[in-house]
């Protein structure tokens, strides 16, 4: 059975049936089955209200996760817009706006996969919002506190761009069949994220007792290569993503389960775009 990096679609809706339009993969079967917040854990039992979507409940469709998934990023972009204009006015607020928007968005998380409310629009937009405030000052911190200003705005733009250009490559991956989305393939790419969890925990606590832990995030060549290899697992899992949206397309899934596509997506965007923009900061760093 198929997982998915992200923890938001593994409780998000499916049953057995025809589809809709969908991301194109060849892939015909539903199945089940996330740096932030996407942390691999197996499927748990769906909703008991998502087995049978009510009758005046339209499917779900891929024009409704792309609008909903550009809503909710549209609204992350406005936060994070206004977060880094408030730690650009006044720096002390950066540490803060990371840290509370960090611990905010991961609660939101939680909440919505464990408390199966990834289809509420308040839930998913307020992460948004959260997320966006990290974002913001984060991003402040990698390219005006911690660099000493160099790169700036436009190590920003390069990390966007970098960002929705892996998830435009990826999408092409997907719909191309280039790569299939196959049991053996789910296992690698989920062994590899807890992997690249385990390494970073390690790295935080050896910082304690040695100047730059294990290395994985000082800057040199090994936290180079380490930063390229999770950019990679961060691609690839797009393919599970879009692999578990699109069985939710094919099972027919409530229209409403198009927020939870959204949250989950914009997880990865998220982690990716703080990996890669980290990874740009090293070499600013030199």
């Known amino acids: 059975m198929r997982t998915t990096s992200n923890p938001v679609f593994r409780n998000l809706p499916r049953q057995e049936g025809g589809g809709y339009a969908n991301f194109g993969s060849g892939v015909t079967t539903a199945g089940q089955f996330g740096n932030q917040y996407g942390q691999p854990q ?12 009510p009758p005046a409940t339209r499917a779900m469709t891929i024009d409704d996760v792309v609008t909903k998934t550009g809503i909710t990023l549209a609204v992350l972009a406005l936060s994070a817009i206004v977060s880094y204009g408030l730690t650009n006015a006044n720096t002390s607020l950066a540490p803060l706006f990371v840290i ?5 968005g991961l609660v939101l998380v939680l909440i919505a996969t464990f408390g199966n409310k990834m289809d509420n629009p308040v839930l998913v937009l307020s992460y948004a919002v959260a997320e966006g405030l990290f974002l913001g000052a984060l991003s402040f911190m990698f390219t005006n506190i911690e660099f000493g200003g160099v790169g700036g705005s436009a190590m920003i733009g390069q990390a966007v761009l970098g960002t929705f250009g892996v ?20 296992r690698i ?11 970073v925990l390690g790295n935080l606590v050896a910082s304690f007792f040695i100047d730059g832990g294990l290395g994985l995030r000082d800057g040199g060549p090994l936290a180079i290569v380490f930063s390229l290899v999770v950019i990679a697992i961060a691609a690839f899992s797009f393919l599970l993503d879009f692999d578990a949206a699109d069985q939710l397309i ?5 229209e409403r389960a198009a927020w939870g596509v959204a949250l989950g997506l914009t997880i990865t965007l998220v982690w990716l775009y703080v990996e890669i923009l980290r990874l740009l900061s090293y070499f600013q760093n030199d």
């Open 189 to 199: 790419i989920v062994g590899a994220m807890i992997g690249i969890l385990v390494l």
């Open 250 to 254: 094919r099972a027919q899934a409530p």
């Open 167 to 186: 998830f435009a490559g990826m999408l092409v991956v997907y719909k191309t069949g280039a790569i299939r989305v196959t049991p053996r393939f789910t």
């Open 100 to 104: 509370v928007g960090g611990l905010v």
């Open 42 to 53: 197996q499927y748990g039992q769906y909703p008991q209200q998502y087995q049978q979507a």
